[in-house]
Nanobody, 129 residues
Framework: QERLAESGGGSVQAGGTLNLACAYSGYIAAEYYMGWFRQAPGKEREAVAAIRTEGTTWYLESVKGRFTISKQSIEGKNAEGILWLQMGSLEPDDTAVYYC??????????????????WGQGTQVTVSS
């Protein structure tokens, strides 16, 4: 059974850094594209970053140069690994619940939430000014 579990959220002052991790297991493996989304109170969920199976990435314009997405497979276990989101120069507008997600196959638009089939429970990120 596919599982996604985020960790690493917390509270930080503006300009600080946080590293989010999403442990995945099950059939979420090399053939899945994965992404990070966020949802702030009163706002719609938006894509922050995504990564294809071959390693190409997509970023929300406002986080380019500040956030980095990467995927790490656990040695010896093809169906387990960690999806990372390294966040730097954090701003109050980055405050949200962050979710990791995974999708099967290939889609043109990685930033569309409906293209993802599996979701984690989310982790809160709070940036104070």
């Amino acid at each position: 059974q596919e599982r996604l579990a985020e960790s690493g959220g917390g509270s930080v002052q503006a300009g600080g850094t946080l590293n989010l991790a999403c442990a995945y297991s099950g059939y979420i493996a090399a053939e899945y594209y994965m992404g990070w989304f966020r949802q702030a109170p009163g706002k719609e969920r938006e894509a922050v970053a995504a990564i294809r199976t071959e390693g190409t990435t997509w970023y929300l314009e406002s986080v380019k140069g500040r956030f980095t997405i990467s995927k790490q497979s656990i040695e010896g276990k093809n169906a387990e690994g960690i999806l990372w989101l390294q966040m730097g120069s954090l701003e109050p507008d980055d405050t949200a619940v962050y979710y990791c997600a995974a999708g099967r196959g290939w889609v043109r638009r990685l930033f569309v939430a409906d293209n993802y089939h599996y979701w984690g429970q989310g982790t809160q990120v709070t940036v104070s000014s």
